[in-house]
Structures are given as structure tokens and as C-alpha cells.
């Protein structure tokens, strides 16, 4: 255990270190959220539209981050580097986890930017719930940064097909679930299909959380949807490095 912690520390700063020295692409992502937030906030009714929008936002911008983190791995085999690390004797569970932990923190950027953007507009921020909320997405992001590296594998040489995929399931997810427009009036079969969206619990609890309920059973049911997504994540991730 001590050697797999020692190895995915390794990996992280190796994956953080290039944000770190290139912060405009960090940047970059954080037009996207706040384009969305201009565009569709003044559409939904009610003075309370913030509290809805703001954590789907949230939520938002971490799925499109940690989808799209498996090209970064197509880019390292091109280039030759994944499999030079291949051959180091780091554990192949500690290359995913630490890759998948590195997403955390342009998501945790992303939020305090919104946060920052939206208080003075009259967002209400719980900051216990919001902290418990950024560590439930967080979970979810590691799971959703080894699939998205799973696929990454599996299009080895073909990058159209990861994002001919990553594409395909993205924007499905993110309105089944309800992140920019609510799905409570919808027809029955939207709903139905709802339920069976592991994010659609994800952002109730998110919602749940940032307007400061904690005790409660959507927040629960986000929080097993995010370990569910992270255990297969780390488990697909982890089998398909160790074939690579």
C-alpha cells in the first residue's frame, strides 16, 4: 500500500506539473462554463434559477474535463512516453489513479471561478455543503478520468474512434441528467430514462449540497452513484493498463 501511494504521488506530479507550468490551459476550460452560465441562466424562471444552475454547472465542467483526458494519453503513445513509463517500476494501478486524481484540480479551479462569478449575483453559498459536494465530484472525477483513459487504450492509433465515442455518450449524459434544463416536466420515458443515468444522482446531490443540505437521501444516492463510478473506473482503468 505505502509503494502504491508513493507511486500515484509520483504520477500526479508528473501530471501536474505541465498545468502548472502552462496555467492558460486551465483558463482556456473556464470559458466554456461561464458562456453557459450567461446563456442559459437568464432562461429559467424564479429568483432561486442560481442555486439550480450553478452546481449542474459545476458538474457540467467536470464531465467535460475528465471525458476528454484520454486524448492526453493518445497524445503520450504517440509520442513514445506512455510506453517509456511502461517499463519504470511504477505500479500500473498507481498510472491510472494518479492521472485520474490529476483532474481534480482544474475542476476545483473551475468551481471557484464560478463561485466567485456568481455570488455577487445573488448565489447563495453553503460552504460546508459545497466543500462536501467538491469531495463527492471529486470521487466521481477519478472514476470518470480512468474510464475516459480506458477508452484512451482501446483507441490506441485511432483517435477518431475515442472521440467519435467520448462524443457520442457525452451529451446524452448531460441532459438526461439535467444539468441546464430541468427534466421534471418532460415526457415519462425522458424520466425513465433519467433514473438510469448514474449522473442524474450526482447532480441532485450536488444541488442538495451547495444550497446546504447535507443530511439527506439524494445526497446519499449521489454519493453511492459517485463511488459506484469510481470503483468501475479504477477497476476497467487498471485492467487495461496492465494488458498495455
Not at 23 to 44: D, E, G, K, N
Not at 95 to 118: C, D, F, H, N
Not at 184 to 201: A, E, H, I, R, V
Request: glycine letters at 8%; a positive charge.
Amino acid at each position: 500500500m505505502t509503494t502504491l501511494v508513493t507511486d500515484t504521488i509520483t504520477v500526479f506530479n508528473r501530471e501536474l506539473r505541465p498545468v502548472l507550468r502552462n496555467p492558460f490551459s486551465v483558463i482556456f476550460t473556464m470559458v466554456q462554463p461561464l458562456f453557459f452560465l450567461a446563456l442559459f441562466a437568464p432562461l429559467l424562471p424564479g429568483d432561486s434559477s442560481l442555486q439550480w444552475f450553478v452546481p449542474g454547472i459545476v458538474v457540467m465542467s467536470c464531465l467535460f474535463g475528465t471525458s476528454t483526458t484520454g486524448s492526453n494519453l493518445l497524445y503520450e503513445i504517440q509520442t513514445g512516453s506512455h510506453e517509456r513509463l511502461l517499463v519504470t517500476p511504477l505500479r500500473r494501478s498507481a498510472l491510472i489513479i494518479g492521472r485520474s486524481l490529476k483532474e481534480i484540480v482544474p475542476m476545483l479551479a473551475q468551481t471557484a471561478l464560478l463561485v466567485v462569478v456568481t455570488v455577487p449575483f445573488g448565489f447563495d453559498l453553503h460552504v460546508a455543503g459545497a466543500l462536501i459536494g467538491l469531495l463527492i465530484l471529486a470521487v466521481f472525477c477519478v472514476g470518470l478520468g480512468a474510464l475516459s483513459y480506458t477508452l484512451g487504450l482501446a483507441s490506441k492509433d485511432r483517435e477518431w474512434m475515442f472521440w467519435s465515442v467520448q462524443q457520442t455518450l457525452i451529451f446524452p449524459l448531460l441532459l438526461l441528467a439535467g444539468m441546464m434544463l430541468p427534466i421534471d416536466n418532460g415526457p415519462q420515458w425522458l424520466q425513465t430514462m433519467s433514473k438510469f443515468n448514474p449522473l442524474t444522482y450526482v447532480v441532485d446531490a450536488e444541488r442538495a449540497l451547495f444550497n446546504g443540505t447535507i443530511a439527506s437521501g439524494t445526497v446519499l444516492a449521489g454519493l453511492i452513484a459517485a463511488v459506484a463510478i469510481c470503483l468501475l473506473g479504477l477497476l476497467v482503468g487498471t485492467r487495461a493498463m496492465r494488458r498495455a
